[in-house]
């Protein structure tokens, strides 16, 4: 199965990103995006991100549509879904693609959240669905997850994780449609000891994040945590983890230390304030630290990944 005439749906930060991980690859896209005024930031957004990749990707191979309408659904293989993160609207859209599009057509969503068997509920020919999870920002980080629900086709699933790695992403499989796919769960089992950790005075917040990035984090861009395991030995981790895991934390609802500030309105660097206070200036510059260091990061691995096809 080949992807040769992808479509995005939604030029938002995601929606751009991921536009322009398939034009690096070389493939022409088409960006569907109904809000004028997204549709005027869009190629400010792309040309940006363009800037920040090698190979540079060609935008002029991303062609903006004001609607679905403009779409000729017959020549697409591919529909990736990246509208705003509420079911009823990406349920709607599922419906309606399937409508439109041919019944090989894949349609996947880029949900961080809802199980691909949700959005897809009721459509014609469900096995053609899957979960497309890229990460933020979407054109840097290699990650992309491909989910399977319960009614998708394992064979489609294996030529979508075969076309991700043709756009150079490193995709890993996840064979059951659970809350948080692969690595949100990991990452929140993680993000909840750290507040568990905050809310109870083991640690600050920035000692939280430093145990992170200059601890076991740092070596996580060398080996995975099970990986890591091999190198330290197994016997030392299920020791330590004998000791260790009867103290860990288990809450089954979310911190007061991340409610409590939702509450007050400390949702971020967006609104001013989260864990820390920020101004327009000390937002902008921790973006542009984050954004290097990822670049830097990048580079580290960069022959780990996967490379592009031969030019078209």
Not at 42 to 56: I, K, N, T
Request: hydrophobic share 45%.
């Amino acid at each position: 199965m080949r992807f040769l005439n992808p479509v995005v749906i939604g030029a938002g930060t995601m929606g751009a990103d991921i536009a322009l991980t398939l034009a690096r690859a070389r493939h022409g896209v088409q960006l569907v995006e109904p809000d004028s005024g997204m549709r005027e930031r869009a190629g400010a957004r792309l040309e940006r991100g363009a800037s920040q990749l090698d190979p540079r990707p060609d935008i002029n191979r991303i062609v903006v549509r004001s609607g679905l309408d403009d779409v000729s659904w017959a020549a697409v293989d591919l529909v990736i879904e990246a509208i705003p993160e509420k079911l009823e609207l990406k349920r709607a859209l599922f419906r309606d693609l399937a409508s439109r599009t041919r019944p090989d057509t894949v349609l996947a969503s880029n949900s961080s959240s809802f199980p691909i068997s949700a959005i897809a509920e009721g459509i014609a020919h469900p096995e053609r669905a899957y979960g497309l999870h890229y990460f933020m920002p979407a054109h840097v980080v290699p990650l992309v997850e491909v989910v399977c629900g319960a009614a998708s086709d394992p064979e489609g699933a294996k030529a979508l994780t075969d076309f991700m790695r043709e756009t150079g992403k490193v995709p890993v499989l996840v064979r059951k449609d659970l809350p948080g796919f692969l690595a949100n769960r990991l990452q929140h089992a993680l993000g909840r000891e750290a507040l568990a950790l905050v809310e109870s005075g083991v640690a600050t917040v920035e000692d939280v994040d430093a145990a992170v990035r200059f601890g076991f984090g740092f070596r996580y861009l060398a080996a995975g945590p099970l990986l890591q395991r091999d190198h330290a030995g197994l016997d030392i981790h299920s020791a330590a983890a004998a000791t260790i895991y009867p103290t860990l934390s288990n809450a089954a609802s979310p911190s007061r230390e991340l409610t409590d500030r939702v509450a007050a309105g400390r949702t971020g660097m967006k609104a001013g304030a989260g864990f820390r206070d920020w101004t327009v200036e000390s937002a902008t510059a921790e973006r542009a630290r984050y954004e290097r260091i990822l670049q830097g990061a990048l580079g580290l691995i960069a022959t780990e990944l996967p490379t592009f096809p031969s030019k078209r």
